[in-house]
T-cell receptor
């Protein structure tokens, strides 16, 4: 069965500095990987996904993520953090061998706090 | 266009009462998912509908939980004889249902359920 780990419950970064939110995964086949962001009292908003092709994926709000097959990682990055990026970030995975349109398996989330 | 909508946004109930939560997916989306977000637990898959196929109920935590999807659109999640451990945010998501594993799921704002 597939699984996702987000090793950090909380990440603090100063405004203007680069940020990284870590995600590692475990699947039996080829992974489909997703990042979502959740602002207070809101649902999840899609940021980006890796399906195939270039390992560096660019998404919304200046975020990007790098798929690293050898390290089974899909870390979320942004070159310059904004205070408005403060939110809860979720990494999610699907495992290709499974048939049909299966649900996502989510990590427990990482709370990002950007300090002015 | 309109996103996924859920109602009510908040629900407070007494232990032992039944509750119904509603989800309106994005128009034309044939795939619909329910997830539960509990404090410190991340997102937990509950149930998945795809078109007219039998739903995937593998994530439902007990037989007190059930869901219907009428006419392939609106879905209702019912929790019977609510318990305090049912307190959580219940999130609904939908996707087009055409691209299988590659699809992005779009989430509603959630229903925050509190069982007293």
């Amino acid at each position: 069965a597939q699984s996702v780990a987000q090793p950090e419950d909380q990440v603090n970064v100063a405004e203007g500095n680069p940020l990284t939110v870590k995600c590692t995964y475990s699947v039996s086949g080829n992974p489909y990987l997703f990042w979502y962001v959740q602002y207070p009292n809101r649902g999840l908003q899609f940021l980006l996904k890796y399906i195939t092709g270039d390992n560096l994926v660019k998404g919304s709000y200046g975020f990007e993520a790098e798929f690293n097959k050898s390290q089974t990682s899909f870390h979320l990055k942004k070159p310059s953090a904004l205070v408005s990026d403060s939110a809860l970030y979720f990494c999610a995975v699907r495992d290709e061998p499974n048939s049909g349109n299966t649900p996502l398996v989510f990590g427990k989330g990482t709370r990002l706090s950007v300090i002015a | 266009g309109a996103g996924v909508s859920q109602s009510p946004s908040n629900k407070v109930t007494e232990k032992g009462k039944d509750v119904e939560l509603r989800c309106d997916p994005i128009s034309g989306h044939t795939a619909l998912y329910w997830y539960r977000q509990s404090l410190g637990q991340g997102l937990e898959f509950l149930i998945y509908f795809q078109g007219n196929s039998a739903p995937d109920k593998s994530g439902l935590p007990s037989d007190r939980f059930s869901a219907e999807r009428t006419g392939g659109s609106v879905s209702t999640l019912t929790i019977q004889r609510t318990q305090q451990e049912d307190s959580a945010v219940y999130l609904c998501a939908s996707s087009p249902g055409l691209a299988g594993m590659r699809e992005t799921q779009y989430f509603g704002p959630g229903t925050r359920l509190l069982v007293l």
